[in-house]
């Protein structure tokens, strides 16, 4: 079965600094990628996501993730996080044919002022 | 309505009795989601309903939980005899077509 690895359970950051956080996938087929984010006492809301083409994606707010097939990852970036910033990170796959959504366990990023 | 919606937000019950969690998804999504959240659990998936195919109930921890989706629309998740492990967040989404999740606010499930 699909799994999703996020190795940073928790980052604390100073603002201004760059962000990466790692996700790792267990498929060896076409997959989906996502990376969907929680603000504090706020929803899950899709960040960026990945289906086919150019494997660097941007999303909202300054991220982007980079999808690198040989090494089953789909890391997020930023270079310059900000105070707002703060929030928990969940990386998700999907694979081909099938809407069955797999988390990982989640990022929680602090930014400091 | 505009978003998904959850009730009850909270929900604190006694261990051994049984508790029935709704969603009411976006109207004409087609597939909806239950996941339990906990913490350095991440999210769990549960199951799924897509149209009128038979949900994948892959993901439910035990032959307590059960699911069920009356008309397309709204789902009700049912837990019975919950233990304190079963306390969770417990959130559901919907997709258009399951390339984007709209979530919830969830149900905060206590079990004392």
């Known amino acids: 079965a699909q799994s999703v690895s996020q190795h940073n359970h928790h980052v604390i950051l100073s603002e201004a600094a760059s962000l990466e956080l790692g996700c790792n996938y267990s498929?060896?087929?076409?997959?989906?990628l996502f990376w969907y984010v929680q603000y504090p006492g706020q929803h899950l809301q899709l960040l960026l996501k990945?289906?086919?083409?150019?494997?660097l994606v941007k999303g909202i707010k300054g991220f982007e993730a980079e999808f690198i097939k040989s090494k089953f990852s789909f890391n997020l970036r930023k270079p310059s996080v900000q105070w707002s910033d703060t929030a928990e990170y969940f990386c998700?796959?999907?694979?081909?044919?099938?809407?069955?959504?797999?988390f990982g366990t989640g990022t929680r990023l602090k930014v400091l002022a | 309505g505009a978003g998904v919606s959850q009730s009850p937000s909270n929900k604190v019950t006694e261990k051994g009795k049984d508790v029935e969690l709704r969603c009411d998804p976006i109207?004409?999504?087609?597939?909806l989601y239950w996941y339990r959240q906990s913490l350095g659990q991440g999210l769990e998936f549960l199951i799924y309903?897509?149209?009128?195919?038979?949900?994948?109930k892959s993901g439910l921890p035990s032959d307590r939980f059960s699911a069920e989706r009356t008309g397309g629309s709204v789902s009700t998740l049912t837990i019975q005899r919950t233990q304190q492990e079963d306390s969770a967040v417990y959130l559901c989404?919907?997709?258009?077509?399951?390339?984007?999740?709209?979530f919830g606010s969830g149900t905060q499930l206590s079990v004392l």
């Open positions: 990945y289906f086919s083409g150019d494997p």
């Open positions: 989404a919907s997709s258009p077509s399951g390339d984007l999740l709209f």
């Open positions: 309903f897509q149209g009128n195919s038979a949900p994948d």
């Open positions: 109207s004409g999504h087609t597939a």
């Open positions: 498929y060896g087929g076409t997959v989906n």
């Open positions: 998700a796959v999907t694979t081909s044919g099938t809407y069955k959504y797999i």
